[in-house]
């Protein structure tokens, strides 16, 4: 067996309660500089998430009453991969999109592995999150584009040599030492 690795879809409601929707367990590349990459791209093509409202013509509007089948009303509404509909929508086009053959990709009710990714719908900023966690690192939650750039770091850094951790720790240090806040930063709660 491979590195295995959870990506959990979790939405944080007002007021910090988690709740997690989908636990998808991938049996191999887990590490950050794979699992952690290809998350990263395919979050990083979304353009608009959360609840979308359709502005539809008159036309629009009166073919969508006439039409009878699923595909037909999905060609007026945004594509997959562009537009996600909530934390849900995005863990279905997940799935949609990496599960291809039997076996590889699972649905489970918890799991844990020693990557472990979550992408969070924040109700509170409607912003999609990514945070990770392996070994005794868990990084804050990042914006998609700085998920991305920490994730190719690692990837680079792995191929000159350096492992997950001390790249983590570096990229840690460096968070710490460019944060001009005042403040302590409060520990990490642990995540659904």
């Not at 509007?61 to 999905?74: D, G, T, V």
Request: hydrophobic share 35%.
């Amino acid at each position: 067996m491979g590195t295995p690795a959870v990506i959990r879809f979790i939405r944080r409601k007002k007021g910090g309660e988690e709740v997690c929707l989908v636990c998808v367990v991938q049996l191999y590349d887990g590490y950050i500089s794979h699992r952690g990459l290809e998350l990263a791209k395919w979050l990083s093509k979304f353009r608009e998430f959360g609840t979308i409202e359709v502005r539809l013509t008159q036309e629009q509007r009166a073919a969508l009453l006439k039409m009878s089948s699923h595909e037909e009303i999905a060609q007026i509404e945004q594509p997959m991969g562009i537009v996600a509909r909530g934390v849900d929508d995005l863990a279905a086009q997940y799935i949609a999109m990496f599960k291809k053959t039997a076996g590889g990709l699972y649905i489970e009710n918890e799991s844990s592995a020693r990557y472990e990714y979550y992408v969070i719908e924040d109700e509170e900023t409607d912003e999609i999150k990514v945070a990770v966690e392996f070994d005794d690192y868990e990084s804050p939650d990042l914006s998609i584009a700085d998920f991305l750039s920490y994730c190719q770091g690692v990837s680079e850094r792995e191929q000159k040599g350096m492992k997950d951790a001390e790249t983590s720790s570096r990229l840690v240090r460096k968070r710490n030492d460019d944060d001009t806040s005042e403040e302590e930063p409060e520990p990490k709660k642990n995540k659904v």
